[in-house]
């Protein structure tokens, strides 16, 4: 019952701009390469693998969801090029060791035709990055670290490709933001209150505190850490705010920025310290969970955080690409905890997998001559607006991650659907099954897409 109510709610935030699903369905949106090889009889698979079951579980899922509804759409349209498309995936569970013996065993079994692997995680991707190299795998990833990507040492790109910047670029982003922003952040100084893993941890780099300082933002250089199973963080954020910070940065997913919101809360200085962090925390997920603590003005905790937007958002209604995998998610009657990032970009992976295929089987003339080194010579000469427009990739000169970034914030909806909610009072409100009622939160583009810094060094 409550997620039926949940999700009738988000629907009602789009079906006005979506095409009526009595018509016709929406053409696909990207205009992908024309085939020039019939693969009738033929099957591409598209493997996978992560946690599905573990920590991120929460975020993760929805990538199965997303697979498996394109597959479906192309199979019910007579594939690619003929090709019925497949996927092979299995939950690790977010161990290292299962992540390790799912590699080893899928490139044991499909060894002739494992040419291309979707990660879910940097951690993963660091794992396997120089197996990749050495079994000539091409592997595509949302966002990858700078192990992961380019090595220890920065330099040396890999068989790794995010569709993501970089978590360090995206703090350099946020710091541009901060920068052009005093009306919202007078006399910044940033704290970081994260996750103590890698990816937590990106943008404490002294290359970071560097360019962000001389933009006049100050960094502070202790991080104050906590793990994603911790429920008290009333001490890591207080030391935060002690050292000088006004504003708290994170890379923690889910119920992290929630954590740090609802303290923030609690301390009742959520007026006075801004919240923000890389993409993650502007997924469903933490606009839901956000919803455990309000703050002073009636709204839920996490409300007017700001987050990276490196691709268009469910919300954004004028995009055919986001209009199209709305219609899908709506027909295949998903969920509203699927309604988040990982199911939207997904689909974009799917859709660069597919143009990835066709691109090289036009070059090679066949299926069965694709090798791995064929694969990465196709994506790394790619210029491609994933699904028309959700978003774009090229890796040209090197790059293994993404170059275009935009802040946003994390709002809920008002009454009418018409914008943000400014308290409870005019705040979209739905039962939630349970005799409570929930706010329905929504994604606010605040700048346009730009470069961000290449700060890795």
């Given at each position: 019952m409550k997620k039926n109510c949940i999700l009738l709610a988000l629907l009602l935030l789009i079906l006005s701009a979506l095409p009526s699903l009595a018509q016709d369905m929406m053409d696909y949106p990207s205009e992908m390469t024309a085939c020039e090889v019939d693969l009738a009889g033929e099957t591409i698979n598209i493997f996978h693998f992560g946690d599905l079951s573990g920590p991120f579980a929460f975020v993760t899922q929805p990538v199965v969801s997303a697979v498996t509804d394109a597959v479906n759409y192309w199979n019910s349209r007579g594939g690619v090029c003929g090709a019925e498309l497949a996927q092979v995936y299995e939950d690790t569970g977010g161990s290292r060791e299962a992540a390790q013996s799912t590699?080893?065993?899928?490139?044991?079994?499909?060894?002739?035709?494992?040419?291309?692997?979707?990660?879910?995680?940097?951690?993963?991707?660091?794992?396997?990055?120089?197996?990749?190299?050495?079994?000539?795998?091409?592997?595509?990833?949302?966002?990858?670290?700078?192990?992961?990507?380019?090595?220890?040492?920065?330099?040396?790109?890999?068989?790794?490709?995010?569709?993501?910047?970089?978590?360090?670029?995206?703090?350099?982003?946020?710091?541009?933001f901060v920068a052009a922003s005093p009306e919202i952040f007078p006399d910044p100084v940033i704290g970081f209150v994260t996750w103590p893993f890698a990816f937590g941890l990106a943008g404490m780099e002294p290359a970071a505190r560097e360019y962000c300082g001389g933009l006049g933002v100050q960094v502070l250089a202790e991080p104050q850490v906590f793990l994603p199973t911790d429920t008290d963080i009333l001490t890591q954020v207080q030391n935060a705010i002690d050292a000088g910070a006004n504003i708290i940065y994170t890379n923690t997913i889910a119920s992290g920025p929630a954590l740090i919101a609802g303290t923030l809360a609690d301390l009742g200085m959520e007026d006075e310290i801004k919240l923000a962090g890389f993409n993650w925390v502007m997924d469903t997920s933490v606009g839901i969970l956000g919803q455990r603590v309000l703050k002073s003005n009636g709204l839920p905790s996490v409300d007017g955080m700001f987050g990276s937007m490196p691709f268009l958002w469910w919300t954004e209604l004028t995009s055919p690409a986001v209009q199209f995998?709305?219609?899908?998610?709506?027909?295949?009657?998903?969920?509203?905890?699927?309604?988040?990032?990982?199911?939207?970009?997904?689909?974009?992976?799917?859709?660069?997998?597919?143009?990835?295929?066709?691109?090289?089987?036009?070059?090679?003339?066949?299926?069965?001559?694709?090798?791995?080194?064929?694969?990465?010579?196709?994506?790394?000469?790619?210029?491609?607006?994933?699904?028309?427009?959700?978003?774009?990739?090229?890796?040209?000169?090197?790059?293994?991650?993404?170059?275009?970034?935009?802040?946003?914030?994390?709002?809920?909806?008002?009454?009418?659907?018409?914008?943000?909610?400014?308290?409870?009072?005019?705040?979209?409100?739905?039962?939630?099954?349970?005799?409570?009622?929930?706010?329905?939160?929504?994604?606010?583009?605040?700048?346009?897409?730009?470069?961000?810094?290449?700060?890795?060094?």
């Open positions: 590699y080893d065993r899928l490139t044991s079994q499909y060894a002739d035709e494992l040419d291309l692997l979707l990660l879910y995680s940097s951690d993963d991707g660091e794992l396997l990055r120089e197996q990749l190299a050495e079994d000539e795998i091409v592997s595509l990833i949302a966002a990858g670290s700078i192990a992961s990507l380019y090595g220890e040492d920065g330099q040396t790109p890999g068989w790794l490709y995010a569709s993501n910047p970089l978590y360090i670029n995206q703090f350099g982003s946020f710091c541009q995998v709305y219609q899908q998610f709506t027909i295949n009657e998903r969920g509203p905890a699927e309604q988040n990032i990982a199911y939207l970009v997904s689909w974009g992976v799917v859709d660069s997998i597919i143009e990835t295929y066709i691109r090289t089987v036009n070059r090679v003339g066949s299926l069965d001559a694709v090798t791995g080194a064929d694969i990465r010579e196709t994506v790394e000469s790619m210029d491609y607006a994933i699904l028309g427009g959700l978003y774009q990739i090229t890796y040209e000169e090197g790059m293994r991650d993404g170059t275009m970034n935009r802040m946003a914030v994390l709002k809920y909806a008002n009454t009418t659907m018409s914008g943000a909610a400014t308290g409870p009072d005019d705040a979209m409100l739905i039962d939630d099954g349970a005799g409570g009622k929930l706010f329905v939160p929504i994604v606010v583009p605040l700048t346009d897409f730009m470069e961000v810094p290449q700060l890795r060094g």
